[in-house]
């Protein structure tokens, strides 16, 4: 963090800003104050004439709004037609628009070389024209833009030497996890998939093409890189260098979710609430909230109803956990043994295999452990817990070791 400049007053400005991650970046940023802002549409023009910030960033949807209550507007901003910054300084108000840099970044960050490519940028909004802009300027070779009504299989299917994607939509974006703009499918000489949606880390899209080996970012460097120029218009100062990298890799560290797999039986609740409690996050049980979810134990429901409808039903709890952001959650021991739970749990987490010797687990009150010899479902789950896993680690028979084990294989995590 930049000291020097707790005397300022700054912000986002917007109209529905409940998760929004740009208080957080500024605080890695700088010491100056910055707080979300919401207005309603009627009230914007009082607030941009009233001056009362040094400076804020403005968010969708009002990009557009303040322009006409600005005295001086960028060269990138009128050409963009929208202003993502405004700084007041020497009794005027100044928009800029730091999006162009943004994604500048996010396309350096993916290695793709633009020039001469083919590529599709899905949506007509202010980010689009932005994305368009800079891909322009960087050389494409040829450019589709998709709107809504153009999203549809007659439209794409024109377009199948396609080599660059990009999401400029909200599809996909919390809390509407697990939605995508389109099947890469229909695209199979794609090399690069660039969605500017942060949250979740990795959406349904980003996912995707990680199945299919194509390069793919998430919107969360292109969200801090803005920022980070923002930074630059707010003090008329530089950024250190890589500041970007650095407060991509602390915000992802502050906001993924710690996923425990493994054995029935083998700690993960245990250690689990220790993580928690280490790290002071939110600590989920899978199966205490299918309990609280369904009046029912999981146990109950294997017995009385079979193992698939327990499973479809632990589905459901796995898609409603993988949307937090900075939770430490201990799923159940089979959760890896079907693989609609792999996106869910992969979308916003770090996932860590936690293993023990068999002959230290626990059966009592898990049906499908006492139905089968324990080295019999640990064969036939082994393969799914590593493809599931991120990290593996061996547990000790300390669960407060455990824990500290796993939170140093994590890179330590910030607090």
Known sequence: MITGYSNMKCGVLGEHLGHSFSPMIHGLLADYSYRIIEKAPEEVENFVRSCEYDAYNVTIPYKKTVMPFLDVISPEAQKLG???????KDGKRYGYNTDYFGFSHMIDLSGIDITGKKAMVFG??????????????????????????????ETLSKHPDTEVIVNCTPVGMYPKNGESPVDL??????????????????????????????????????????AVKGFEFFTGHPAEDGACERITKAIEAQTKNVVLIGMPGCGKSTVGKLIAAKLNRPF???????????NV???????????????????????????????VIACGGGVVTRDY???????????VFLERELSNLSTKGRPLSQANSL????DARIGAYCRFADIRVASTEVPENTATLIIEKLGGLDK
Not at 218 to 226: C, F, I, K, R, Y
Not at 298 to 327: N, P, Q, Y
């Open 124 to 153: 007509t909004g202010g980010a689009a024209v932005t994305v368009c802009a800079v891909l322009r300027d960087r050389g494409v070779g040829e450019l589709v833009s998709i709107s809504i009504d153009d999203n549809n299989i």
């Open 375 to 378: 080295q019999t479902l640990y």
């Open 341 to 351: 739970n792999y996106d869910p749990l992969h979308q916003n987490s770090t996932i």
């Open 284 to 294: 989920y049980d899978a199966d205490e909230e299918f309990a609280k979810t369904y």
């Open 82 to 88: 929208a202003v993502n910054t405004v700084v007041n």
């Open 297 to 327: 134990s999981a146990a109950d429901i294997i017995t009385e109803k079979g193992e698939e409808a327990f499973r479809l039903m632990e589905h459901e709890i796995a898609k409603t956990l993988g949307k937090m952001s900075g939770a």
């Open 185 to 226: 499918a229909l695209f199979p000489k794609a090399l690069g998939v660039l969605d500017i949606v942060y949250n979740p880390s990795k959406t349904a899209l980003v996912l995707d093409a990680e199945r299919r080996g194509i390069i793919a970012v998430s919107g969360l460097s292109m969200l801090v890189a803005q």
